[in-house]
């Protein structure tokens, strides 16, 4: 049971449970009977080994359920990029698919997606709160990899979480050349888990190789 409530509620709900399930056993199977005193050392341990177990359980439940999370994400990364691919083969816009798709994965407050360079950038897609402030000089950028820029760790495997970002840039480079821009925010804070970086890199790798018609001016 501490193991169920923790795949799904949690690390809080398996920590809860564990300790229930302590003072359950301390309570009724210990004596004195019915009360949370006792009177006997090798009882004590038992209680104690029974709370520990309980949390190294609540900490398995919850890697499964952090683990799950990660591949129903990793499928969606998959299944946005082959609708991108298949757009692109079709000779579609793939700029308003993969903004929708972004939006609806990383439960995103806005997806911007321009094309050009930087003196002369258009928006070819726009989802989301377009109210919403949209200065790049103030999001985190992230390179061909996935990997922070702006003074963060760049090197090595992608494997760290870092503190809350309201949003992300990453530059569409085709044949070393900049060809549009990838920004994405978020409602609050958000942290950053390689599976989310590594998507967003991914994505903008495939929109870097296709083309994307712009359809209004960059205000």
Same mark, same amino acid.
Request: aromatic share 4%; glycine share 8%; charged share 20%.
């Given at each position: 049971?501490?193991?169920?409530?923790?795949?799904?509620?949690?690390?809080?709900?398996?920590?809860?449970?564990?300790?229930?399930?302590?003072? $359950?056993?301390?309570?009724?199977?210990?004596?004195?009977?019915? $009360?949370?005193?006792?009177? $006997?050392?090798?009882?004590?341990?038992?209680?104690?080994?029974? !709370?520990?177990?309980?949390?190294?359980?609540?900490?398995?439940?919850?890697?499964?359920?952090?683990?799950?999370?990660?591949?129903?994400?990793?499928?969606?990364?998959?299944?946005?990029?082959?609708?991108?691919?298949?757009?692109?083969?079709?000779?579609?816009?793939? %700029?308003?698919?993969?903004?929708?798709?972004?939006?609806?994965?990383? %439960?995103?407050?806005?997806?911007?997606?321009?094309?050009? %360079?930087? %003196?002369?950038?258009?928006?070819?897609?726009?989802?989301?709160?377009?109210?919403?402030?949209?200065?790049?000089?103030?999001?985190?950028?992230?390179?061909?990899?996935?990997? !922070?820029?702006?003074?963060?760790?760049?090197?090595?495997?992608?494997?760290?979480?870092?503190?809350?970002?309201?949003?992300?840039?990453?530059?569409?480079?085709?044949?070393?050349?900049?060809?549009?821009?990838?920004?994405?925010?978020?409602?609050?804070?958000?942290?950053?888990?390689?599976?989310?970086?590594?998507?967003?890199?991914?994505?903008?790798?495939?929109?870097?190789?296709?083309?994307?018609?712009?359809?209004?001016?960059?205000?």
């Amino acid at each position: 049971m501490v193991v169920v409530a923790a795949a799904i509620g949690g690390r809080a709900a398996g920590l809860i449970s564990a300790l229930s399930a302590a003072l $359950s056993f301390d309570f009724f199977l210990t004596t004195p009977y019915h $009360s949370l005193r006792i009177d $006997s050392v090798a009882q004590v341990i038992t209680v104690a080994l029974l !709370f520990g177990t309980g949390i190294v359980a609540s900490l398995a439940g919850r890697a499964r359920r952090r683990r799950t999370a990660e591949v129903d994400a990793q499928a969606a990364i998959i299944h946005l990029l082959n609708a991108i691919a298949r757009a692109a083969a079709a000779g579609e816009t793939t %700029d308003q698919i993969a903004a929708e798709g972004l939006s609806a994965l990383l %439960d995103a407050r806005r997806v911007v997606i321009r094309r050009g %360079d930087l %003196d002369h950038e258009v928006v070819a897609a726009d989802v989301g709160d377009r109210e919403a402030p949209l200065d790049v000089d103030y999001l985190t950028r992230l390179d061909a990899e996935g990997h !922070f820029l702006d003074g963060r760790p760049s090197r090595g495997p992608v494997v760290r979480w870092v503190r809350p970002s309201q949003g992300v840039v990453l530059e569409l480079v085709r044949h070393r050349r900049p060809v549009g821009r990838l920004i994405v925010t978020f409602h609050q804070g958000q942290w950053m888990p390689p599976v989310t970086r590594l998507a967003l890199a991914t994505v903008a790798h495939a929109l870097a190789t296709t083309t994307g018609p712009a359809v209004r001016h960059d205000q």
